[in-house]
């Protein structure tokens, strides 16, 4: 009556909580690197077809990856009257890129990863993830950091993504969760129309307070702030998405307008956006907003965030 | 930069696929037992707390029960004008009666399962789940076969509430999941306003066509079929539930409206549930409405549901 | 090709090794504790039966505790001329004491274990464990502390067998496996004659030099000192052990010699242990003897040993 | 108290019974195959260094290889006056190659194996096991199968040893533990002298009934027939081998003349095994003895082993 028959031999244990694991099968490893800044796995699972992993922690798989990038990438861009200048902070698989891509209007996409290896090989073992973004010839792709192309930068961005891997203890990205880097965001957006959007953590019980801090240290920089989910089933966790512009956004949206948004301006191809997927990704559980309204730490260079990997949640 | 610091020396796999396992750190044992139906398992976590667990598949934890209880209590309690008579098949936690009494309009609420050692079990250990939902002069506790009842109930229902576990291979419950069934229970309900809801599968990629087709076999039956979901992190997955009625119920409802009936009917206390969470849950991600609109297959009794357990996903 | 059908659904990780784990299915709870010394579980396995699990660390299985508690028990028995007093540090199962009884000559067993949770729990529910030995008239059983014991008893023992649990960090016998504690039991040994047998840790590869540094302890104490080892499957290591005496042990016993002694001087029922085993054991692998060769450390009070449990090995 | 810090993200479950689980926690991926007979993968553990892992199964790591490998070898070598041809069954990586060349009597080794990709991965990633071995002029290295070149062999060889992985169910490999290829084998011996060793399957107290029955049926075919074990830590188990031969073998070798052999007829260099080793070696624990004076069964090609992997032991 118990146990199960399992297909796998080697696993990757993705660490939620110290109490949590995510546990996937591997059925191949199809790259393995240790990079000048992390250890990069692109593996084959039996679920979920080809996935990258980075020091552990499980980025996007090919069975499910939709989910997350594109509740990363469209309810900025539809929310947004003309998007034409696209920053991506981080989004090594070329998956955001493909995304924003969708959409005519676009002009120019810079991408900006530190991880040059990682980039060259989801450029080599994932097209079904970059779906040939990287060709495109509106990207401009820069392995570098972040910061300074922040730093560099003029007021020229419609929308910025920050597709940036999780704020974990003594990893490389922490500060760019931080109230300091979202004032930096702000300074280089075009004009009141343009959206920040980030990947904003876990919203498990467990772990919404990460996602509740980076809502209210959003909010003391950014007028219009919004928080909202995807259902990204191989994190072991929803994913938390947040909003941030000095513009109102609806989020009543009519799906049968949005809908006809999305025929008009984009090229389509979508596997789980539409009008009636973004009715209901803004309009989120109340466990959530709970936790936003009375959750008072906010995040700053001083006092960043810890997710759990090696460390413990603050 | 590897590894984690982990919290438990005993571990629950939960086998999602065989490529997938959400693996729960236990830190105490509250109460097990091999009950005439099942191997019966009351946990405490670290990350959710006290836990109830069948045949090793993880069935509720206090830290997010709530997620999945008002997800399948509410949708339906408030898309019904006035609900008295209320069924529950399964719900041996007592948490669904428990969501089923906040509402003023119920006058008897008949909970059926047929494992009286972990009804008693729940009763005892888990407090924080039932509230006191056994003690209610309304609730008629029936520790017996569902298909019994069912079979010699009149048309008196006006929600019939499924909460049974997962069709799993040589289970007690796949027949519960099939078009014979729904018809019967079709019968018993007390007019077009009644409502029946129930837990429908995970809603995960890698499993979603489990969920579709026990849409389409509803749809056999029922002239309105609606799909949502909620994010119920420790199933290691999202979790569908489908309504099913003769009249229509709006999936766009008013979110200020919703919470206007929700604080005249009820007694509040919802922890997620309101107006803007009912908008949300009823406007779903775009892939499992694609699921729902190309599975052809239904459920019978001759071709019956097997989800992964023991087995494999059919 | 790869997988494997698994049949359990919880599982009791050891962790050996910050990279090596011996992970066990259970398939039964039959009591667990929370005592004020430590967290007890006895389970049932699928392949070795029951077994006590003491703070997540396996002590013993029915299906082969016999290998490790035959060989603590019988080379220093059967080494010394007439063993009649007998003192057992630690042995909560009675396993070890049912070994001692074996003996004829023995005339007084003295067991002392902290934990009397843990002593009447294996006492109900391994009797396949203790067979009996507690109510043996010769036993007396003290539940308290071995320093106790050891300060207020005088010269009278013919054997010690320390059959404590792994000196972990925090954990409450680390004391008890240093110089001054090994001082401290050569104080209490009847005579010249007199043997102490201690459970001394893995000799895999990766931990052999605990077991090299607790001989190099003892052989600043004892005269002659013994190491030998035993294949205890269920540890995810090989078992060490170590003999010390004033009086030289012959290592290459003649095995027809042994058996005859096993015959006169025993009520048989070995399930391992004869004289072509003892002669196997007493000559140990070359790994063994060249790390106790190299080792220069020893363990006192100062510095004592801490195995991998929750810490690191030193 | 619980848990642990646990070294690694990505671990390789080795399935020793439905219930009983190594996991290794790996550190870095050096090479990954899926050659025309198994998945290969070459890896860094924190424990152990690199290891060799076929469809799953750990085959052996650099930190414990030389107790699997010295042990195998030596025995056979030791117990002949003078081996010159020496033909290797499996073996692929040089380590079995390595050890034979230690012997200054060697002319001739033959390896066959059949899978030139794990060879030539081992030659490459593994320097440390080979040592150079395949590149010693006396090595005549043959890529194919191990049938063929039995059935093509001359009665030369003094030395046959089988290092050949598991018999796992549909394995290329278990056809090779059966009585008629033990007969084929003998054919091909040189004289009364020669000996034949295999690697005889875990000892455990689950699987010792394995061994047995292997013993059993090298019984059919040869006079004398010898069963040993080694600690193999890394396995999960201690690990049987047995000897078979026409001339009896002596169990109570005198270690003196043991040491004395091996200075004079091998270059030396042993990291574990030496007359004291050898002596312990030959003789065993009495369950081992037990198990195989009572199981009846014998291997054919009719009834051949199937030992755990993907299905059940038989």
Redesign the interface.
């Known amino acids: ?29 199809l790259a ?1 690197k ?1 990079t000048p800044y ?2 990069m ?1 692109i593996v084959e ?4 077809g080809k996935a990258l ?1 980075l ?3 499980w980025q996007s798989s090919v ?2 990856e ?2 997350y990038h594109e509740a990363l990438v469209h309810p900025a861009m539809v929310s947004h009257p003309n998007p034409e200048n696209v920053l991506i902070l981080g989004g090594g698989e070329g998956a955001t890129t493909r995304e924003v891509f969708r959409w005519h209007s676009v002009k120019k996409a810079m991408m900006v990863d530190i991880d040059g290896d990682v980039v060259e090989a989801c450029r080599q073992y994932l097209p079904e993830m970059h779906q040939g973004s990287f060709d495109d010839p509106r990207l401009q792709l820069v392995i570098g950091d972040a910061f300074e192309v922040i730093d560099n930068s003029s007021a020229e961005w419609d929308i910025i993504i920050s597709d940036l891997s999780d704020p974990i203890e ?1 990893g490389p990205s922490f500060q760019l969760f931080t109230k300091e880097y979202f004032e930096r965001l702000k300074r280089i957006l075009r004009n009141d129309n343009s959206i920040v959007v980030i990947q904003a953590g876990p ?4 772990d919404v307070h990460l996602h509740a801090r980076l809502f209210n240290t959003l909010k003391t920089v950014f007028s219009h702030v919004y928080s909202y ?3 990204t ?2 994190y ?3 994913w938390g998405f947040i909003l941030a512009s000095q513009t109102p956004i609806n989020t ?1 949206p009519d ?1 049968e307008q949005i809908d006809k948004i999305l025929q008009e301006k984009t090229k389509g191809g ?5 009008g ?2 973004l ?9 959530i ?2 936790k936003i309204a009375t959750e008072t730490q906010i995040y700053t260079l001083d006092n960043p965030p810890v997710f ?3 460390g ?1 949640n603050k």
């Open positions: 009556m118990a146990g199960a028959h399992l297909g796998a031999d080697v696993w990757l244990s993705e660490y939620i909580t110290p109490y949590d694991m995510y546990v996937h099968g591997l059925t191949k490893i393995y240790k992390q250890e796995y699972t039996g679920a979920y992993v020091d552990g922690k069975g499910d939709f989910i003594e919203v498990s019980p467990a989910f995807a259902p089933c191989t072991g966790s929803p009543r799906p979508f596997r789980t956006f539409d009636i997927a009715l209901g990704m803004l309009n989120t559980p109340g466990y907003r709970k759990f990997g090696q413990v």
